[in-house]
């Protein structure tokens, strides 16, 4: 019965941490020798499952490269503009992200050249101005341009809900256990 308890516990432990999000660091540049033409960085929530995030929620990005695009740093980042897939190692990004303001994008719209090779045209877009703004691809196709993908899982700091449940779990297993010490007879044993 002893393992029942424990086993339910862990279970509940268990299932208590599954249910939120994972919060994921992420990060993009784009050097020529020592200029850099493109870069952003922030963070985004999601489900991870194998190398794809899906179910991108509360999207941060920021870039102080783009001054056209300035609404991405002073304003916050970012709607979607369709439905978002991120990868850890940037191979199946496909999105459209709107900056808060409304009148600028950042794509990463995933194409495939001539030669067959697999690749992504990534830029920012301003609608004020029908501007497209740093682009680049990924992985590059010519050795000029250096590209750099980073996005890796944060350990997130457990919510109170999470640290409720937990001391509820641990409360009933208690509870179970002393109940079940009280009501066992006292055996006396003759010597």
């Known amino acids: 019965m002893k393992m029942q308890t424990w086993c339910g516990g ?12 994972t919060l994921f ?10 200029q850099t033409l493109l870069a952003f960085s922030g963070y985004l929530t999601g ?3 194998g190398n794809l995030v899906t179910d991108i929620s509360d999207v941060h990005l920021t870039s102080s490269i783009w001054p056209e695009l300035d609404t991405f740093s002073v304003f916050g980042c970012c ?8 990868s ?13 303001a409304g009148h600028s994008d950042l794509v990463w719209w995933p194409q495939t050249l001539l030669s067959g090779q697999a690749t992504a045209l990534v830029f920012g877009y301003n609608t004020l101005t029908n501007r497209v703004v ?22 997130a700091v457990p919510e109170p809900e999470s640290w409720l449940l937990l001391a509820g779990g641990l409360g009933v297993i208690a509870l179970v256990a002393r109940r079940r010490t009280r009501s066992r007879p006292i055996e006396l044993v003759a010597a």
């Open 88 to 100: 850890l190692d940037g191979s199946q990004n496909s999105f459209v992200l709107e900056s808060n």
């Open 25 to 34: 660091d992420v990060s993009y540049s784009v050097t020529r020798g020592d």
């Open 47 to 49: 489900e991870l499952s």
């Open 134 to 155: 740093g682009s680049s691809f990924f992985p590059p196709f010519n050795g000029n341009t250096n590209t750099v993908w980073s996005m890796n899982a944060v350990s």
């Open 79 to 86: 709607s979607l503009k369709k439905p978002a897939v991120f």
């Open 10 to 21: 862990l279970l509940a432990l268990l299932l208590s941490t599954m249910a939120h999000a």
